[in-house]
Each structure stands twice: as structure tokens, then as C-alpha cells.
């Protein structure tokens, strides 16, 4: 005699299931629902959720900078090739320029060391001479004695220097201040400029 008892039925299993359909039917039926996305929909092992990756982040201009300065060139010195980053082989190039003569090389060298830590270079700094004689405003500065000017007068004199170091002589002063320029010239050479 078989005796089927509806009670001995799996809860799980629905009413036209055995146990063993509802055991079988388990493994292979899956609920879609909260947080339990189709099967086709769900991420795959080995596949990356994201492909794209991570957003790039903007560069810094500092970072751009250092990126920059630190690329490799290639640098030929006296017969012999090496790679140098372009920050050493801009500070040769100045270094090169300042041991010749190049006041404003010679200001960037010294500048470029004290923010690099390489000691005090006051003294090396009062040894630049602002009257490079190569310069345009050479000829400004010739033959003055800086103790016979007032400090306004010095300050006002390489500001006029400048001016005809960037412009190309004394082409590039406008009559006032070439008049103003020659004025301090004559009293810095002890000349009289009383009328």
C-alpha cells in the first residue's frame, strides 16, 4: 500500500513538487529581486566591474613641472655623450653663461643655489656687478663711483639700465629719461652739473 501523505511534503516545495524536485529546483531557480540582479546581469569572475578604469585626475602645474624638469636629454660635452634631466642641463647652461661673463646667468645660478640649500651666497652675490660693461648699460655705469649717488639715484640708475638692456641701448630711454640717466651719470663721475 503506498500512502501518500500531503504532510510529508517539503514546505518549500509547491504542491504538485516532491522534495527532491524542490531540492533540484533550488539550484537552478533563482529569485530576481533586491539586490539580486538576472543572472546575465551579474558581474562575470575575472571581469572588471568598471572597464574604464578610474577618472584621471587633473595634473597639478606643480606635478606638470616636475615631470618636465625631470625628463632625460641627452648632453654632449667634450667628446663625451651622457643623460642629464633638463633641470641639471638648464642650470649647466646658465652656470656655462654666468662663468663667462652673463650677469643675468650669473643671477640665476646663484638664486637656484640658495633655493637648493647650497650655502649662504651673499659675498658671491655683492661680487656681481651690475655694470657688465658688455651689456648696453655698460656704457651707463662706466667710470661711476656709486658713493657720490643717493640710494634713490642708484635704484633710479639700474632701473634705466634695464630698460636699455631689454630695448637694446640707449635707443630705448625716452628723452626724459636719457636726460635723467645722463644727469645721474655726470654727478656719479663727480662731474658739475651746476648750470
Known sequence: MSNSNPQKHDDKAGPNESAAGAAKGSKHDYEVGYCRPPKQHQFQRGQSGNPRGRRRQPVSKKATWEKLMNELVTLHEQGKTRRVTKYECLCLSHLTKAIKGDTRSTKFVIEEAERAGFGD????????????LTAPSGLLFEGIDPNLLLDDEKVELARLGTIMDLGGGFTALSNRDFERAKEIANKGMGKDITL
Open 121 to 132: 651666497l651673499g659675498a658671491e652675490r655683492a661680487l656681481i656687478s651690475d655694470n657688465n
